[in-house]
């Protein structure tokens, strides 16, 4: 669902769809951030907690 959306967007806006290959990264680079920020927000919610209740 995630290729689909990347590659309708590159393909309205440029006229050409990306390959295999960049979907790939394109998807793996959103699931490694999405990851990241849950690792991040769940490291700095003690601190949030305490600080706002």
Excluded: H
């Excluded at 769809?17 to 793996?28: C, D, I, P, R, V």
């Amino acid at each position: 669902y995630i290729k689909d959306f990347y590659n309708r967007t590159v393909l309205s806006r440029n006229g050409t769809g990306l390959n295999e290959e960049a979907l790939t990264l394109m998807y793996s680079l959103t699931v490694s951030v999405f990851a990241i920020g849950g690792l991040i927000g769940s490291l700095m919610v003690g601190t949030l907690v305490t600080r706002f209740g």
